[in-house]
């Protein structure tokens, strides 16, 4: 019995560590392939406008209703103490250094993270990946290197979207709807963030490109590795793509808020 | 006595405790096409995967014109599989790219001619299989027989020496299963290529082969022509010719 247990928890020990190995493996393969001659600007320019152009109105709508409620929400609590002038601070420094990367990277991983984990799983159950092989291409610089590259330029730009569209619904709902000066709000905004802010905020929006690419290319290159096969298996890989980008987000947002304040 | 091309020397595989191949020997000859029958499940694919280097074998050794390929450096191993091409059961053709695409992928991305070179070898192809006009169509807009001549295609774009079929006429019906042996047939005659073709298309396989192997319980039954493999005294051999139970 006891045995048993130690077993079971070995076994899973080891599936652990083989999964970390295989995740890093695949990372540093994908990066390495980035300075490997040709350059893939096609590819490149496709996944930028499937993870960042088409994803522009997603993150234009949460990012102006983000910053809506947040104004909405802002306004009262700063009014109980009388300092509802400052509602163009608490907007910006919150949407700016959190709310703004880390929903943009939420939005990306639903949107995009999600299709990248199905379509390289569906590649993979019908062979798709296993034909690259065949023809001599490196399936982690054809699959993964571009979709990097691609986040690592949405991103950010997303993120500004996001922040500013954020910026505009605060000011909608203080300004336009609760009364807040419009010149008062605007004063405290520019003059409440400063460039490390700014620079942490994108920050974050690299660092989350890099764990939404990777979990979710990685979900579905492995499809065949994690338990149920065939459609069952996109599923799942699908699923864990989105779960595990989620969780990562969070964790790695408390690390890097904790070195940058 | 020639050298065959590829052979397997005491080859053994398995999965967990599924010991899907044992003691394979098996050789392969230049400009031949070879064919591998048996039953479902028997491990044909496995054996051509092993070709290609998509598996590796647990023990044995892979012979290349003599010389073993775990011998081999690994430039004359990429060398070696530049020259091979697979047809895989259910083509696995790229969904997201055009026909045209499919078929120029394996150029475009290795090799150095330019771009309108590569067109031409494509159109080429394309024109040789009757595909002429479906290079903006997706696979999804193909029919079967239509989707084989694509993988087809792709697979001999490159010119490669040796071409390794798994079960090319599955799920097709008796007359596109007929065209696409005379199809692989008139393409080996025409190219010189070498075929390995695994398939269950017991008897019309014979009539374009050189060379049959059937496979068994992990080990290769039965090795020749296919007169030898007509008048084989083996119960195991006929039986599974004639589609009984052994």
């Known amino acids: ?261 | 006595m020639t050298t065959p091309f590829i052979q397997f020397s005491n080859i053994a595989k398995s999965f967990g405790t599924n010991y899907v191949l044992k003691d394979i020997n098996l050789s392969i000859y230049k400009g031949e096409i070879t064919v591998i029958i048996g039953k479902s499940g028997s491990g044909k694919s496995v054996l051509l995967k092993h070709i290609i280097g998509l598996m590796e074998q647990d023990s044995g050794q892979i012979f290349i014109k003599g010389k073993p390929l775990s011998q081999l450096t690994s430039n004359m191993k990429k060398e070696f599989q530049k020259t091979l091409s697979y047809m895989f059961q259910d083509n696995a053709l790229f969904d997201f790219m055009n026909i045209y695409d499919n078929i120029a992928l394996p150029l475009m991305e290795n090799s150095s001619f330019p771009e309108n070179q590569i067109k031409e070898m494509v159109l080429t192809r394309m024109e040789q299989l009757g595909l002429t006009g479906t290079q903006n169509k997706f696979p999804a807009q193909l029919s079967g027989g239509m989707k084989k001549r694509v993988a087809l295609a792709r697979a001999l774009v490159i010119d490669p020496q040796i071409v390794l079929f798994d079960e090319p006429t599955s799920g097709l019906d008796p007359v596109r299963k007929k065209n696409v042996h005379l199809m692989i047939q008139e393409y080996q005659e025409q190219f010189g290529f070498t075929a390995v073709i695994v398939t269950h298309a017991i008897p019309e396989i014979f009539k374009i082969t050189q060379r049959i192997a059937m496979l068994d319980n992990g080990i290769i039954k039965f090795e020749g022509s296919k007169e030898d493999l007509l008048n084989s005294h083996s119960k195991t051999v006929n039986n599974f010719i004639r589609g009984e139970k052994f």
């Not at chain 1, 980035?34 to 949460?62: C, E, M, R, Y």
């Not at chain 1, 949407?95 to 990277?105: D, Q």
């Not at chain 1, 054809?142 to 990097?148: E, G, K, N, V």
């Not at chain 1, 579905?220 to 996109?234: D, E, I, P, Q």
Request: proline share 2%; glycine share 8%.
């Open chain 1, 1 to 261: 019995m006891v045995s048993k247990i130690i077993e079971k928890f070995g076994a899973k020990n080891i599936e652990l560590v083989e999964a970390l190995g295989r995740i890093v493996i695949f990372f540093l393969t994908g990066i390495k392939n980035i300075f490997v001659l040709p350059f893939q600007f096609n590819k490149i320019i496709d996944h930028t406008w499937f993870i960042g152009s088409k994803s522009i109105f997603v993150i234009a709508l949460t990012g102006f209703f983000t910053g809506m409620v947040l104004g909405l929400q802002s306004y009262h609590a700063l009014l109980r103490f009388g300092s509802e002038a400052a509602l163009g601070s608490a907007v910006a420094i919150t949407l700016i250094t959190e709310l703004g990367p880390v929903f943009t990277a939420i939005m990306i991983t639903a949107r995009a993270g999600s299709a990248m984990a199905a379509e390289i799983g569906v590649m993979r159950i019908s062979e798709q990946i296993d034909a690259l092989k065949t023809m001599h291409i490196n399936p982690v610089r054809f699959l993964f290197t571009p979709r990097i590259i691609a986040a690592f330029i949405s991103f950010p730009l997303l993120t500004a979207i996001f922040n500013i569209l954020g910026l505009l619904g605060g000011f909608v709902s203080g300004s336009l709807m609760l009364g807040i000066n419009k010149y008062v709000y605007m004063d405290t905004v520019f003059s409440s963030v400063n460039v490390n802010d700014i620079l942490g905020g994108f920050y974050k929006a690299f660092v989350f490109a890099v764990i939404v690419t990777t979990i979710c290319c990685y979900q579905g290159f492995y499809t065949h590795l994690f338990k149920g096969f065939g459609a069952r298996g996109v599923s799942l890989s699908t699923t864990n793509a989105v779960v595990f980008s989620c969780i990562a987000i969070f964790i790695s947002d408390y690390i890097i808020t904790f070195f940058l304040v």
